[in-house]
């Protein structure tokens, strides 16, 4: 059974199965900040309805960690033309994300559900952010501030950090993952993911509570562990590609990977387009 745990004051997260996604909540005086919205909008309902427990009052803001559909595609049961007609805070570039990776993704699930469990999908009408963030800003709850980060490339090019500063709090969505290995996905960047990690860890303290995406809250420590594995994989891939090797070749070798090989089509697909245009990129005036 789920259920919410507070992980600081007035800080609450809760695992939703399938996918073991995480979503969390943040109550200030004036209401709840709810950070992700599942993968549907009876997904989302649920969540509504599960807030309710806490007392904490109505959500009146969300956040998008990202624009991957098992965070986003509840959306709609909160944002504009919805009953509660809320704010939806999210990247700049994640719009961007769901034309490109998350709209193909749902037709092709309408036109074969056989390819996924049965779910909604006939109900999702992809909902964008409301407002798009595009460096640091704040949000007052009342009594409580939260930052919200935009970062660089890394899961995707999309991803959006929520900082709860005085509860020691870094709700991360999918650049890092504790219930699996990182999820390399539509619109990742395995090459660039480990210096915005790096970044992170600069800002992130011992003592701190980080939350993923998927799976129980960590620490630095478990960040920084993740980090180095991000780096092996980067540096990696770019050895492969600088030796000729193809993708299919690369795949096929099981030794020497952070993470299982199976899960890195992706990575090692989108890796090696990005080394391929950089190869063919004339450098400008002065350098790059
Ligand atoms: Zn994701």
Redesign the pocket.
């Known amino acids: 059974m789920t259920t919410w745990r507070e992980v600081a004051e007035g800080v609450y997260l809760r695992a939703y199965q399938p996918l073991d996604v995480t979503t969390c909540a943040v109550a200030g005086a004036d209401g709840l900040l709810l950070v992700d919205t599942r993968a549907s909008p009876s997904e989302a309902a649920e969540i509504e309805a599960d807030i309710a427990e806490l007392g904490r009052g109505p959500v009146r803001w969300v956040v998008n960690t990202?624009a991957?559909f098992?965070?986003t595609f509840g959306n709609q049961h909160f944002g504009p033309g919805s009953a509660l007609d809320l704010p939806i805070y999210g990247h700049h570039l994640l719009p961007l994300h769901l034309d490109d990776h998350e709209r193909p993704r749902l037709a092709a699930w309408r036109a074969d559900p056989s390819n996924e469990p049965p779910r909604d999908w006939g109900q999702v009408e992809i909902t964008p952010p409301t407002d798009l963030v595009a460096a640091r800003r704040s949000i007052d709850l009342g009594g409580r501030s939260v930052d919200l980060l935009p970062l660089g490339r890394g899961?995707?090019d999309n991803d959006l950090v929520v900082h709860v500063p005085d509860a020691r709090v870094w709700i991360l969505?999918?650049v890092v993952e504790a219930s699996g290995p990182p999820?390399y996905?539509s619109g990742c960047f395995p090459l660039d993911w480990p210096a915005t990690v790096a970044g992170l860890v600069e800002q992130i303290d011992p003592g701190d509570v980080v939350i993923p995406?998927h799976g129980d809250p960590v620490d630095r420590e478990f960040v920084v562990g993740q980090l180095a594995d991000l780096a092996t994989l980067a540096d990696r891939l770019r050895a492969l590609h600088a030796a000729g090797t193809t993708v299919e070749e690369a795949l096929g070798t099981q030794d020497g990977w952070p993470f299982p090989v199976e899960g890195l089509r992706l990575a090692v697909t989108r890796a090696f387009r990005q080394l391929d245009e950089i190869g063919c990129e004339v450098p400008a005036a002065g350098g790059r």
């Open positions: 990202h991957h098992d965070h899961h995707t969505g999918d999820m996905g995406g």
